[in-house]
């Protein structure tokens, strides 16, 4: 039971370090703003993939499991967060569309860490 709560708290301490490495870009958003290009969404693998990306590329790539990670893009993919910015962040860019998007996401990736940290 110990071991258990010592695992919570270790993934709990990992929320916050995870959300900074998935909101720290700039949210100056790309080319024609908005939702802009195709309306589709990314697969649940190349969001996953970008997600990993992003946590790499802040020295964070150690914090989460795949599965985690997994499980955080479908909450993404379920999620309010806009085309483009998923598209963004499957491409392995932490760029969001407007100041309001930086933090749709910066709220999405909160509630998902921690609905798929136990994973």
Known sequence: ??????????????????????????????????????????????LSTGITTILEDSGQGDLLTADQVDCIAGEFLESEVSDQDLK???????LQTSEEAKQLVTTTMQDAVGACAAE
């Open 88 to 94: 963004n962040m499957a491409g392995g860019e932490d």
């Open 1 to 46: 039971m110990n071991i258990d709560r010592n695992l919570r708290s270790r993934i709990l301490m990992t929320l916050p370090i995870a959300v900074v490495a998935i909101s720290l870009a700039a949210c100056a958003g790309g080319p024609g703003g908005g939702s802009g290009g195709s309306s589709d969404r990314p697969s649940a693998e190349e």
